[in-house]
């Protein structure tokens, strides 16, 4: 798969799950591609984030809107959310 197909299918998953919240920053959630925002929650590490993922977090249910993603996916999807979009 190329990077931009992969992009793709990222951005295909981040639509109908994670931009319900993060695409507003709804119940507290960092909004995508806000850096200050998604700077402390990158800075306690991926393992952590991936966990606050798959468990829930705050207003965050278990597995967001993907009860379909894998891990992979899920670290693809807050990279692609954490980094700043031009």
């Not at 998953?13 to 995508?32: D, E, L, M, Q, V």
């Not at 393992?47 to 009860?67: I, R, Y």
Request: proline share 6%; net charge negative; charged share 20%.
């Amino acid at each position: 798969m190329s990077a931009g197909a992969a992009e793709q299918a990222i951005v295909d998953r981040y639509k109908p799950s994670c931009y319900a919240c993060h695409g507003f920053g709804a119940n507290g959630a960092p909004k995508t591609g806000d850096e200050v925002a998604w700077a402390p929650r990158l800075e306690k590490g991926m393992d952590t984030l991936l966990k606050h993922t798959m468990e829930g977090f705050n207003a965050m249910p278990a597995k967001g809107l993907c009860f379909n993603c894998s891990a992979d996916e899920f670290q693809a999807l807050i990279e692609y959310m954490a980094t700043p979009k031009s």
